[in-house]
């Protein structure tokens, strides 16, 4: 069983920054990619930033310049700094983790979702 649980979050004024965490645990094996995911009211869900286990980064145009992805793989852990908050960044965040796990015939990869964490950014 894997669990992401996440920290940060929270209300902020524009021009403002948060910092998220998400930490994965469990029975891992290896991770590959972390990152997170946005939904805002009324929208869908659409990437924000993504981490590959060597480093490679992609993040939206929306959040270029203004947000940074990094991890810890020693500790399963996937940050996300968010600087000059706009009030367009307000969103339920989720992060994910694609999770190897031990099993009899090999690894098997899963993609795993932490429980979304609010971001509210006021003009």
């Known amino acids: 069983q894997v669990q992401l649980v996440k920290s940060g979050g929270g209300l902020v004024q524009a021009g403002g920054s948060l910092r998220l965490s998400c930490a994965a645990s469990?029975?891992?094996?290896?991770?590959?990619?972390m990152g997170w995911y946005r939904q805002a009211p009324g929208k869908q869900r659409e990437l924000v930033a993504t981490?590959?286990?060597?480093?490679?980064?992609n993040y939206a145009d929306s959040v270029k310049g203004r947000f940074t992805i990094s991890r810890d793989n020693a500790k399963n852990t996937v940050y996300l700094q968010m600087n000059r908050l706009k009030p367009e960044d307000t969103a339920v965040y989720y992060c994910?983790?694609?999770?190897?796990?031990?099993?009899?015939?090999?690894?098997?990869?899963?993609?795993?979702w932490g429980q979304g964490t609010q971001v509210t950014v006021s003009s």
């Open positions: 981490s590959t286990s060597g480093g490679r980064t």
């Open positions: 994910y983790a694609e999770v190897g796990t031990a099993q009899s015939k090999g690894v098997m990869i899963l993609t795993y």
């Open positions: 469990g029975s891992i094996f290896s991770i590959n990619g």
